[in-house]
């Protein structure tokens, strides 16, 4: 059916496929109704011109000179405005035009139009995502969560909206603690982990996220490190982590980081000696000696 790809598109924008949350086929499904309900033929393709000429640009905008980069970027905007006059309730439109503005840093018209996105699809996680980003970026916290809650509840998103998620979390936790925005540490640390998480499992085997979900668990108020350990254990698994012998040493000083911090001192301190020959670790490695000479002494 012609209106699938566009649906699948709207529906997720596009998040991958996966068995962790069943909202991502239900919004699909949605988005297909009302898009078959409010388009036609010229609507649809005029509006995957659209984005293919958004996406050709974007790939090519690095090798374009300023003045050319300047005058696609414009006849872009120029046909978005076109399509976006004549078809008003085009949410896929106002979401594409609006993340084309925000990658420009246009941020101010970028919200008006995912503004007008969100009253037509409310329940459509990339469009709340966005909106969450710009209200960030602009410093509004309280407004930034609300959305970011929202598109996580509704639906799983990408890796890179996962990821900046668990960021944002970070980030704002004082403010999100203290406006009680957050019941309290415990349900933010939760929902941190939570999302760098999902942006590792989302990334499949992107050695940079499921890194990040790994650190993410030296940043909890309590800590957990059984499944710190594992998150380690999976990250030493990974394709370009076997293959690059500098990031295997760094792995497997975190590992004997929490091996250490556990008390297995014995397991620590054979991967502290195991894990040498790489100066720029060195400063890891003191610090996990020094875990493991205070362990020691406890005993």
Excluded at 19 to 31: F, K, P, R, W
Excluded at 54 to 59: A, G
Excluded at 205 to 228: G, M, Q, V
Excluded at 243 to 263: I, N, P
Aim: charged share 30%; aromatic share 12%; hydrophobic share 45%.
């Amino acid at each position: 059916m012609k209106f699938r790809w566009l649906a699948s598109l709207v529906a997720a924008c596009v998040f991958p496929e996966t068995e962790l949350h069943a909202g991502v086929a239900s919004a699909s499904d949605e988005a297909e109704t009302l898009v078959a309900a409010r388009t036609g033929e010229v609507w649809l393709e005029e509006l995957k011109d659209l984005i293919a000429r958004r996406e050709n640009f974007f790939s090519e905008a690095e090798a374009l000179s300023e003045n050319e980069r300047s005058r696609r970027a414009s006849d872009i905007a120029a046909r978005f405005e076109s399509h976006l006059d004549r078809f008003p309730d085009s949410f896929p439109g106002l979401y594409f035009y609006a993340d084309f503005l925000h990658k420009g840093g246009e941020n101010e018209r970028a919200e008006k139009y995912l503004l007008r996105a969100e009253k037509l699809a409310p329940d459509l996680a990339p469009i709340q995502f966005l909106l969450g980003t710009i209200l960030a970026e602009k410093g509004a916290v309280r407004d930034a969560f609300e959305r970011f809650r929202n598109g996580f509840s509704i639906g799983v998103p990408d890796a890179e909206s996962a990821a900046l998620y668990g960021e944002f979390l970070l980030e704002n936790r004082a403010f999100l603690l203290s406006e009680k925005c957050v019941e309290s540490r415990a349900v933010l640390d939760d929902a941190m982990l939570r999302a760098f998480r999902f942006a590792a499992i989302l990334s499949g085997e992107n050695t940079d996220f499921y890194w990040r979900y790994a650190e993410a668990f030296y940043d909890i108020e309590t800590p957990d490190l059984e499944s710190a350990l594992l998150a380690w254990e999976n990250v030493a698994r990974l394709p370009e982590v076997q293959k690059r012998q500098d990031l295997a040493a760094a792995v497997s000083l975190h590992r004997a980081r929490v091996l250490a911090e556990l008390g297995r001192i014995e397991e620590a301190d054979t991967i502290l000696r195991e894990a040498i020959g790489f100066p720029q670790l060195e400063r890891s490695r003191r610090k996990v000696f020094e875990i493991i000479y205070r362990k020691r002494r406890e005993k």
